[in-house]
């Protein structure tokens, strides 16, 4: 399974000793959408009176609705929360390949793909190009109702109308957590921050951090014979994880391929 | 987004064959590129320092600890759960995580108002200043004091866990009124059937820290048991696999496949409404098979007994043999008897299991006979014997409040007994329902002046339209809120209220779990509005009212008043605050590690909890017996009692819906989900953002129907529909899902608000219009049992 090729690919960016990774516990999540509410209030993800049409609303943590197809009381559903995979494969991410501008790439230091607001034409070659439908497009410019952009966080931008944008794996954050580190004169590669979906979770279902450290627990977990990753064949690297005993879940990510 | 299982794949492999092939013309992009650089604004934050503050949070009448992270101390950004807390030990749930999304909400209120038109015109609201509207109510509360018609005030708190349901009660009592009630929660019916139980009325709460096996009726600890949090944390953990250890048996029972029962180990779908007798089942194969706890054969009731008038009753131990034996009760719930039987023996032979109940996520009451079950199938597991698993709540030694000696007069009635209820429990019972419905009908006495304190009963409670029909009998009604909700639109006099962020409260112990508990949300900022605390307001009223009431209020203020309370328990030398490392559940008895009021308030306000063991339940049991009794007892001392003997003990009851079935083919029933809020808080900007598009589309709510159901029906996937009842009626689309048994239609509760501003008001639809509420002949609290309804396309 999916497992096999990802240890080696984390590998093949052989420069860095960082892959900043993510394994989500489905048999833990009770898709209680915290993780979602705490990244959007985070990174300043803006909303509109109407986010009912999810091919057009914004969102950097999604919920995804898995079912076992079984009839009553066969059935069986589960969420799956989806940030960008922040995909690992050699060269280029299928959304960094397709960018003619360069607005988004992956910082090889540390395997996150990021987005540079500014040079983005607004083309969406990228949101086609993503199979995880990770990136969202600005059809509109955010505003937020008075007072409430009080809360507005100033560590990341808000965006524009015409710009794509996803998640950044708190980005922010782990330039935050590296100036502490090279203030404190230890090394800022590798270090250790928590995004904010991973402090929300009320079950710890997600678990953050060095996929290349053997120590990491993200490690560990991603080699755990639960885990899996979402259309693996792809051969899109995903760097994150997913858990699940249940064989019809594990089913589902692979099914087809 | 849905995403069915051939969906979910087809998308994957599409999108990128799609893109790879067959690129966009460039002609395209550099249209696109023109146009985006149109960027006419975009707010930027303005920059500055981040740091967090520690406190409480409270939102749901949990005690999570948080950390608020504020830029140069003054703009509040972000809320994330803190570790030190041993309840949510560090996560939260989506309503905590959006509690900056409160302070700032553009539909708060922020100076006090008066309806100058028509009441429920939010146009008529004019400002009026603090002091104005204080003395204009205190000069009301004297007057009808001076005139004895003290009972014709009336309040609904929706802050029942918090000194300030304790402050309201105290107020009542020396101002002499009954009227006193609170938002309906699951628990209000759990503390009844204690009382009966164990002449106690505190509820059950369980230590989940030490089961092998939990038999969950309908408990939906992933959905709604309160408090969210730390319950998904709690029963998440149990489920994990931990190395050498045998994974806990959770078996969840209930007849519509929640997020909890997707979760559990084992999930056993039974007719709706029949999970109490599943467990009279399996109570009944105990007995039969003699595993039942040996004290438990002297317990009142077990077996054939003598009432107070000399008469003998059938035991318990008969009526299990006689009515619930594996036949019976597979036909009542449609469970099969060899499942019955495997439960049964599941439950006997695994030394630490337990059974937890719920009211399928509706917090509401059960009605009285089924939590009565559920509490019995515990007593013959020898449960709540000292060592738990379960355990009846005990308070935290708080300082008692000032004796009241001219207080309530022996004639005086709470409304609804004097409009002719009578409950054999009423005098411990949140008799809400029954209270509205003596006011709607102009029963009793009239009430001139009713206050609604942080509860938007407008929205919260079930059968609206009796809601609305009551308050429109009210001569003056005060909400105090800091939201512009369905209750405060209908005010004549709203006095704002300061939100989570910027307040003192506390919580005291906290649902379910068996320990004492006692907690402090502090302010980690100045109010940004001029909204003031409740308890402040009714400190500052209660001095104005007369100089009897003022001589029992002897505080200066709400926080006086908190570390009034407070200093009970450090004079009381008990508990211990507890960090990031205590179990909370666990028996370690709990030493003192604090030494005085100042540093125990400090380590508090810092998200910090004060915690003791759980009191051994033998040590609780105040029945005439001085055991636990499975006979209901206070019938035999109550002038209305049932007929059959099999109602004096726990049963199974069915309970009928009205309406003709020819109309009303269908059942319809509410759900909550974790994810929306049905209380007096509503959901967020956020949490509004993160719906599924199958529960709502544009404007338009969904009811959730069976496949089957669909099709004998014809209805597709989004066909419109009118949903409707005996109550009301509403136009929704169906979601067809195979998560609901035939017959039986559910509509999640937290949707369809008439208030606030354009991201929530409108939405969906308010499941409480359409739903009846039956009032428990026992104890008076209100069940939202599922409803007869009809689908009409449209
Ligand atoms: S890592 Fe950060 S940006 Fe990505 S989903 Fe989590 S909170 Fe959002
Ligand atoms: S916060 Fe955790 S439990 Fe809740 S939806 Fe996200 S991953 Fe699942
Ligand atoms: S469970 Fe209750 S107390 Fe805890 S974070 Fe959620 S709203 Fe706050």
Redesign the pocket.
Known sequence: MSEKHSSNTHEEHGKSKVRYGMVIDLDKCTGCM?CAVACHQENNVSFRPDETDKTRNIAWMRMYFLENGKEYPEYRFSYLPRPCFHCDSPHHTPCTFVCPVNATQRDERTGIVNMIYPRCIGCRYCMVACPYHARSFNWWDPTWPKPLEEMLNPEVSTRMRGVIEKCTFCHHRLNKARDKARLEGKDPDGVEYTPACVEAC?TGAIVFGNLRDPESEVSKLAKSPRAFQISAKLKTYPKVYYLSKEPWIRKLSDKGL | MKVGRRAFIGFVAGAVGGTLLSPLPWKLTDDIAIWTQNWSWRPSPKRGHRAGKQT?????????G?EVDFINEKRAIY?R?SSVNP??KG???????S?VQFLYAPYRISQPLKQTKKRGDISGFKPISWQEALSEISKRLSQLKQEGNGKSVACISGQRNSSIFALWEHFFKAYGSKNIFALPEETDGWKLASMSTFGVPEPCSFDLSRVDCVLNFGAEWADNW???????RILASLMKEKPGKPVVEVVHISSRLSMSATKAKEWIPVKPGTEAALALGIASIMVKENKVSPDVVSFKGFKKWEDASGKTRTGFKELLLKEYSPDKVSKITGVEQRKILELARLFANTPRAVAIWGSGGKDCPNNFYSDLAFVALNLIKGNFSDNGPCFLQSDPPLTPLPEVKEGWSDDLRRLDEEAGWFFPFGLYSNAIYPFLDALSSGKGYPIKVLFIQEANPLYVLSETQLVRDALEKVETIIVMSSFMDESAIFADIILPSTTMLERWDD?CNISKVPNPIYAISAPVMEPIFDVKHPGDILIQIAKKVDEQVKGVFPWKNYVDFLKYRAKGIVESKRGAIADENVELCSQAPAKPNYSNLKEFLKKLSKGYVWYDSPEPTSSRIKTMSGKPEFAISAFERSPKKPEKDEFFLPAYIEIKPAGSEKEYPLMLSAYSCSYLASSY?PNSYLMMKDLWDFQLKGNKGFVEINPVTARKLGLKESSSVVLKTMKAQAKVLVHITPSVPEGIIYVPKGLGHKAYDEYIKDKGINIGDLIEVQVDPVTGLGIEGPVRAQLIRS
């Open positions: 915290a009320p | 409480l949070c409270n939102l749901c009448g949990g005690a999570c948080i809320v759960g309840l949510n996560g939260l749930c989506s309503l905590g995580a509690a309160r408090n969210s949090a730390p319950m998904a919580v808080v």
